[in-house]
């Protein structure tokens, strides 16, 4: 006889003070649980009032709701207590339920039990957790169209249409002696090159998914007294940085995260480019440096009042975007983008410029690969179909094709979990954290 699933709880809200908490509990006892904690034995679906206690002693007045398998989160048998919002009785009532026979769930539990029963697929999982994390409205837009299964939608699309090459060409092998054709060697090379197609861009989505999700760094570059920490501090909208006349104040990366052209973007202050030959500041700048290399967007800093000058390391930063500051002193040159923080001009239009460039290049939309584990399984399909393609090129037998291309199929699958490997369960839900 196969084991019992085990009766799981956790609570389902952040610990602290307010007006309610839920507790969820899940598995074939969460009703028989809720009955001897209360005595109560809703309908399914139906909000019920119940007094919980155990032995006597009471716990709290929740509403409890009970889902019937298999229409619940999770697939399962599963009860929700609302309960008062207090740590305390959250604490008490957890404890009852596991003296009543259930267990307290693991990270992800709850989201890997609702994966298992083929409620949700591994990409709807992970963008639960997204969607939890995000912080501007864009990243929450892209991670509920996740949810609701754009991507997946599109990733079982173009597996669809490669099981279906895989098909042809097996009935190929199969009736081969017949004399029949399932399908030509030209068909079968035109439908892998559309397969590879797809499969390219879907994993060029990933570059616009992953600076949705995971937020922007921009750095500000400029020689020492270009006005850098000055502007940091206007667009956090706090002296963040120290500002001073003396030109090497800034040391250490300054770094705040703001909302522009909605997402979070990180901006870094850093030491002004130059050689000091002091020992601190030469750290500084290297700091700088390196911070640049891996930024999303550069804003490179020149005094509008100095000018650029030989030591400005602008040619190293091709696509920076140059501001020249304090323009209350001295005009920037004609059509440049020119701001003061001292006299409030051109703020504005920075903030438009950099608006536009985030959304026009880094928002993604719903449908985008938002993390390397979805991006390793495209890219496992396409190097598989790319081979597939040499294969067919070379003359090679029907089989030799099709070890190609149910690789590229597997790989494919392994995005949405229609095909599972149990470490990648373990890897995606231990960073959930407990009750979901
Ligand atoms: N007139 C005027 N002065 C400004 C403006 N912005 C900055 N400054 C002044 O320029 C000086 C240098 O400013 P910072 O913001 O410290 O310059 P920085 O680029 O961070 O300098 P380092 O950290 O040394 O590399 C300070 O005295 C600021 O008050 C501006 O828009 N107009
Ligand atoms: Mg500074």
């Keep these: ?20 908490a839920i507790v969820r509990i899940d598995g074939p006892r969460s009703a028989d649980i809720l009955e001897k904690l209360s005595a109560v034995s809703p309908d ?24 019937a398998a298999p229409h619940s989160f999770t697939g399962n ?25 259930a267990r307290l769930a693991e990270p992800g539990e709850f989201t890997e039990r ?18 939890i994390n995000s912080r501007t409205a864009l990243q929450a837009r892209l991670s509920l169209g996740n949810l609701q299964g754009v991507l997946s939608r599109r990733a079982a699309a173009v597996r669809e249409s490669l099981l279906h090459v895989i098909s042809r060409l097996e009935a190929a092998l199969d009736f081969s002696e017949e004399g029949y054709e399932f399908i030509t060697r030209d068909d079968a090379r035109r439908e892998i090159e559309h397969a590879i197609a797809d499969v390219e861009a879907l994993a060029e989505t ?19 007294n270009a006005g850098k920490s000055t502007l940091l501090n206007r667009l956090v909208g706090s002296d963040r940085a120290i500002v001073t006349p003396i030109p090497g104040t800034t040391r250490d990366i300054v770094r705040e995260t703001i909302e522009i052209g909605g997402l979070p973007v990180t901006i870094a202050d850093t030491a002004g480019l130059r050689t000091s030959g002091d020992v601190v500041e030469e750290i500084g700048v290297a700091r700088a440096r390196e911070a640049a290399a891996s930024a999303d967007i550069i ?32 005009l920037a040159p004609q059509g440049a983008l020119g701001i003061s923080v001292k006299a409030e001009n051109g703020i504005d239009e920075l903030l438009n410029r950099l608006d536009a460039i985030v ?11 938002v993390n390397e584990r979805q991006r390793q399984a495209v ?22 094709i099709l070890v190609d291309l149910y690789r590229a199929s597997t790989s494919l699958g392994l995005l949405t979990g229609a095909i599972t490997q149990e470490h990648v369960f373990a890897e995606i839900f231990s960073k959930f954290c407990i009750g979901k």
């Design 379 to 400: 890219l496992g399909g396409k190097e598989a179909l790319a081979t597939a393609l040499v294969a067919l090129d070379a003359g090679l037998d029907e089989p030799v």
């Design 44 to 67: 399914a679906r139906l909000a019920t009032l119940a007094q919980l206690s155990l032995d006597g002693e009471p716990l709290d007045e929740c509403i409890a709701i009970r889902y």
């Design 114 to 131: 609702a994966v298992l029963n083929g409620k949700l697929d591994l990409v709807q999982a992970e963008s639960i957790a997204d969607l």
């Design 1 to 20: 006889m196969a084991s019992e699933l085990d009766t799981i709880v956790a609570p389902a809200t952040p610990l602290g003070r307010g007006a309610l």
């Design 359 to 369: 959304r026009d290049e880094f928002a993604a939309a719903a449908g985008s690969l």
């Design 299 to 330: 804003l490179y800093l020149v005094d509008a009042s100095a000018g650029l000058t030989v030591e400005d390391e602008l040619a190293s930063y091709p696509d920076a975007i140059v501001i020249y500051t304090k323009t209350d002193l001295a």
């Design 206 to 224: 990933y570059r616009r998914g992953r600076a949705t999700t995971s937020g922007l760094t921009a750095v500000i570059l400029g020689r020492p």
């Design 77 to 101: 048998d599963l009860v929700e207590l609302t309960l008062h919002g207090s740590p305390l009785l959250v604490e008490r009532v957890i404890a009852a339920i596991v003296e009543c026979g």
